[in-house]
């Protein structure tokens, strides 16, 4: 654990934290030069080296925590190709490729998919639109997937035959909130917290139904990408603003650590939209992840 985070004031009960994998592509050629969703103003400038320092802290934070970070080298044309997380969908060492539904960000699935067939893996090429875990959380033995902008809905089953894992359709309803994971965060197997005006009113029932203790987000956690956040079961890094979601975690045992990634947010991401996940094939399935 990071000298500087002190854990002592975290409540009951106590959470055990997990070693994780994961995939960053560093912000070197970001930028914000179209608009696929509401926060991005093509007009307002950005500072790509402010945007790799910022990264640059969250990659030593997770390094801290015990996790270890793989990188892919980003390629000058997509801007957006920092956001790690719309790269593909990873759950016991298989591999979703991503298909974007924008054309200017096309060119990242398969940059990612070559990432992971140089180290061996095979990869799957989906059939329909998804944005990897952009809209798939995986949430213990479930995967929460969301719709309604970005992923097709029809990928939702593409995504539950082969990745083996029942998966959960929530609908976004607000188009600041476009991706799942910029509306809800999974803490833990079955622990989540996330922004309910972000759904349908169906979806929110839903929720409800599987997660009846879930930290709700305020108007002001959301607007601020608190829900973008990256939990090992015990740290969650999250936007610093968070302030009434800090509170909340801390309260149920969770340790949460504050990040400042203000040049992202202009692209509409933050921590977890940098963060994929690489999810090893559990050891009673036999070999390791790469
Ligand atoms: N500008 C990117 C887009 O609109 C941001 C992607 C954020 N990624 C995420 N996982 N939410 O596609």
Redesign the pocket.
């Known amino acids: 654990m990071p000298e500087q985070i002190d854990d002592t004031r975290a409540g009951r009960p106590a959470r055990v934290s997990r070693r994780r994998r994961f995939l960053m592509c560093p912000p070197t050629h970001f930028d914000?030069r179209y608009s696929?969703?509401p926060?991005?103003d093509p007009g307002k400038p950005t500072d790509a080296a402010l945007a790799v320092a910022q990264w640059e802290r969250l990659r030593s934070l997770y390094l801290g925590l015990g996790h270890q970070v793989e990188v892919i080298t980003p390629s000058p044309g997509l801007p957006?190709m920092v956001?790690a997380?719309?790269g593909a969908t990873v759950v016991d060492g298989r591999v979703l490729a991503a298909r974007?539904?924008?054309a200017e960000?096309a060119a990242e699935a398969p940059a990612y998919a070559a990432w992971f067939r140089e180290r061996g893996h095979e990869v799957h090429e989906p059939v329909f639109v998804n944005?990897?875990?952009?809209?798939y959380l995986v949430a213990g033995e479930r995967i929460l997937a969301g719709t309604g902008f970005?992923t097709d809905r029809r990928s939702h089953t593409e995504a539950e035959r082969f990745l083996g894992r029942p998966v959960v359709a929530l609908t976004l309803v607000d188009p600041r909130f476009?991706?799942l994971?910029?509306a809800l965060a999974v803490l833990d197997d079955d622990q989540i917290m996330y922004y309910p005006a972000a759904f349908s009113a169906e979806s929110r029932a839903l929720l409800r139904e599987l997660y009846p203790d879930a930290i709700l987000a305020t108007d002001a956690d959301a607007e601020v990408f608190g829900l973008?956040a990256v939990s090992d079961g015990r740290y969650v890094v999250l936007a610093e603003q968070a302030t009434h979601l800090f509170d909340e975690l801390w309260a149920r045992g969770f340790v949460p650590i504050g990040t400042d990634l203000s040049e992202l947010n202009k692209?509409?991401?933050?921590a977890?939209?940098c963060t994929l996940e690489l999810r090893a094939p559990s050891t009673r399935k036999g070999a390791e992840n790469d």
């Open positions: 914000v696929i969703n926060w991005m957006d956001f997380a719309n974007f539904r924008h960000r944005e990897g875990e952009g809209d970005r476009y991706h994971d910029t973008n692209s509409g991401g933050g977890k939209c």
